[in-house]
């Protein structure tokens, strides 16, 4: 049962934006941990930004100042400004059943057991 569904993806120039949104509605746990993560050919999946029950927002250090992730009562968004080519990736969805203490982006994808199927971002420089 998909219960997280990315969209907002395309294609850009460098510099540019786009922003992503992930419908959660069907998603029991949309108000816990929920985060953006994205994998690039070849790479691992990588966190991007988590947020957690008390709405507190960490950032991988590749794109803070330039990535804002937020929620509301149904979705997740992730605004993407100052777009770089290595930010080129599938971006995913992710949920967990936890509120607090949720893992940092750089802890890997470990008890994240929700995702959704992913939206493509391309930058071009």
């Known amino acids: 049962e998909v219960q997280l569904v990315e969209s907002g993806g395309g294609s850009v120039q460098a510099g540019g934006s786009l922003r992503l949104s992930c419908d959660a509605s069907?998603?029991?746990?949309?108000?816990?941990?929920m985060g953006w993560f994205r994998q690039a050919p070849g790479k691992e999946r990588e966190g991007v930004a988590v947020v957690g029950g008390d709405d507190v927002t960490k950032y991988a250090d590749s794109v803070k100042g330039r990535f804002t992730l937020s929620r509301d009562n149904k979705n997740l968004y992730l605004q993407m400004n100052s777009l770089k080519s290595e930010d080129t990736a599938m971006y995913y969805c992710?949920?967990?059943?936890?509120?607090?203490?949720?893992?940092?982006?750089?802890?890997?994808?470990?008890?994240?057991?929700?995702w959704g199927q992913g939206t493509q971002v391309t930058v071009s420089s």
């Open positions: 069907q998603y029991p746990y949309r108000r816990h941990c």
């Open positions: 992710a949920g967990m059943p936890l509120s607090w203490s949720c893992p940092q982006p750089g802890a890997g994808i470990r008890g994240w057991n929700s």
